[in-house]
């Protein structure tokens, strides 16, 4: 499939999907969004990916948020609502695929494009990354689970100071309080997303897939029905032939080859 704001790359068995409208600094438009869902469905049903990396095109960018050219096309409440739970819909999909995804942030992660970096599974980002959810200054709110996800992972008081302040922090603060799982140096950052990619797409799909899962599923409820579902779920990866396969190479000393099943 081609795509006109994307461009998707192969590297073994790792794909990267680069968000690439750098004369708005990789903003969401509603095609891109498109894209992104009609890529995820691609990437999900091809058994030879293992591992995504999202990024943006160039080094001042990830996303820089939804377009705000298009904003004035939404001309009621109920549109307005419709195209939150539009983005909401496909970054719930991104999260919920069953490979690891990973966000390497390579420039501004602003509105949608923090909201993008956090439903992935893990974020890495340049030393030069600015992050925040300016949408205040806008006179909106965050609509693409801004303001449920960040509070879910840097806290509600930290939640609170950024959506309502609208303020940007640097990658070291972005560290420093969760929002972001390793910084490093904007010149490494490529490479590092494609180690850690190429690393995870070796392990078994369907644990990978389960872990998934049970973190983001047991994450909904209380730590008593999150365990329920972690037992259920290590039932179900314990009957595949994989887990045969892993305990038997490991007696073996030999490496092992999964099958997904
Ligand atoms: N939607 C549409 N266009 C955007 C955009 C967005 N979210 N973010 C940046 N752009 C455009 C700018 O309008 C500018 O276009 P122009 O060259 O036609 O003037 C171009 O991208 C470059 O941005 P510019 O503002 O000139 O770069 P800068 O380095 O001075 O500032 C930012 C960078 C990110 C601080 C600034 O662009 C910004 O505040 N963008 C909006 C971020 C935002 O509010 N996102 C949430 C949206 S809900």
């Known amino acids: 499939m081609t795509y006109e704001n994307l461009i998707v790359e192969r590297d073994g068995r790792v794909a990267r999907v680069v968000f690439c409208r750098p004369h708005v600094l990789n903003a969401l438009s509603r ?45 009621s409440a109920s549109d307005a609502a419709a195209f939150a739970r539009r983005g909401q819909a496909v970054l719930a999909k991104l999260e919920a695929l069953s490979k690891p995804v990973i966000a390497a942030i390579n420039g501004f992660a602003l509105g949608g494009g923090c909201e993008l970096a956090m439903a992935c599974d893990i974020r890495l980002a340049a030393d030069t990354a600015r992050f925040g959810q300016p949408e205040v200054n806008l006179g909106i709110i965050p609509g693409y689970g801004g303001t449920q996800r960040l509070a879910r992972l840097v806290g509600e008081g930290r939640a609170k100071w950024l959506c309502m302040s609208g303020e940007m922090i640097d990658a070291p603060e972005a560290l420093r309080i969760g929002l972001v799982d390793r910084v490093v140096p904007a010149a490494e950052l490529d490479q590092a997303a494609r180690v850690l990619a190429a690393k995870l ?30 037992a259920a779920l290590f039932g179900e990866v314990f009957d595949s032939e994989d887990r045969a396969e892993g305990v038997n190479a490991f007696l073996d000393k030999r490496k092992a080859a999964w099958r997904g099943r």
């Open 201 to 230: 797409s070796t392990k078994a799909p369907l644990a990978l897939a389960l872990v998934k899962r049970a973190i983001h599923e047991g994450l909904e409820g209380s730590l008593a029905s999150g365990l329920a579902h972690e």
């Open 31 to 75: 095609a891109t969004i498109a894209e992104l869902d009609a890529v995820i469905d691609e990437l999900a049903s091809d058994d030879s990916v293992g591992a995504l990396i999202l990024t943006g095109a160039g080094d001042k960018a990830f996303v820089a948020g939804a377009d705000i050219g298009e904003f004035n096309l939404l001309c």
